[in-house]
Antibody, heavy 122, light 110 residues
Framework: EVQLVESGGVVVQPGGSLRLSCAASGFTFDDYAMHWVRQAPGKGLEWVSLISWDGGSTYYADSVKGRFTISRDNSKNSLYLQMNSLRAEDTALYYC???????????????WGQGTMVTVSS | QSVLTQPPSVSEAPRQRVTISCSGSSSNIGNNAVNWYQQLPGKAPKLLIYYDDLLPSGVSDRFSGSKSGTSASLAISGLQSEDEADYYCAAWDDRLNGVVFGGGTKLTVL
């Protein structure tokens, strides 16, 4: 079964740091680019970041650029999001999602995890 | 404010047809593929339409997508109560170098 499972979401104070993880299974992880997408409570979807299948290329939304770092470990079938200098507006459910193109970029997310909740509050 | 513009809500009766619009610009919809997602209450989003008008395996053919210029549309025919959900359009934006989403449209089946 193709599956993505996120973890690492907690309550953190403003200015704090957090690392989210996403464990992939059921597909050849190192053939696909991966994304993080977030959804604030009661709000719409917001794309956060993208990493290529080999980790060589990364892209970020302006709202997180310079504060968040996406990475992956293909030997562990895992995706990560290092989040620094967290703000209240980063409070959201964070989803990892698989790009549907093989060793390319379709920017279409065909597999999603169930999400992990990050709350930034003092 | 979202880069792609969708109506906040639409409603229609069962068995009828509804369309959801998504308006963008030359840097996103005008030059890149549009994808649509369905998010049922309390669930993760699901890919509904990709590359403007293609259906992923397992998605009902009651759903269809189209694009013209800098606008795209999602059509749902034969509406059913289980279609009640939030629907989002998305596309790569060449100027922002990122994926942009519409604000989402809440579909109510009357």
């Amino acid at each position: 079964e193709v599956q993505l499972v996120e973890s690492g979401g907690v309550v953190v104070q403003p200015g704090g740091s957090l690392r989210l993880s996403c464990a992939a299974s059921g597909f050849t992880f190192d053939d696909y680019a991966m994304h993080w997408v977030r959804q604030a409570p009661g709000k719409g979807l917001e794309w956060v970041s993208l990493i290529s299948w080999d980790g060589g290329s990364t892209y970020y939304a302006d709202s997180v650029k310079g504060r968040f770092t996406i990475s992956r470990d293909n030997s562990k079938n895992s995706l990560y999001l290092q989040m620094n200098s967290l703000r209240a507006e980063d409070t959201a459910l964070y989803y990892c999602a698989k790009d549907m193109a093989v060793r390319g970029f379709a920017y279409a997310f065909d597999i999603w995890g169930q999400g992990t909740m990050v709350t930034v509050s003092s | 404010q979202s880069v792609l513009t969708q109506p906040p809500s639409v409603s229609e009766a069962p068995r009828q047809r509804v369309t959801i619009s998504c308006s963008g610009s030359s840097s996103n919809i005008g030059n890149n593929a549009v994808n649509w997602y369905q998010q049922l209450p309390g669930k993760a989003p699901k890919l509904l339409i990709y590359y403007d008008d293609l259906l992923p395996s397992g998605v009902s053919d009651r759903f269809s997508g189209s694009k013209s210029g800098t606008s795209a549309s999602l059509a749902i025919s034969g509406l059913q109560s289980e279609d009640e959900a939030d629907y989002y359009c998305a596309a790569w934006d060449d100027r922002l170098n990122g994926v942009v989403f519409g604000g989402g449209t809440k579909l109510t089946v009357l």
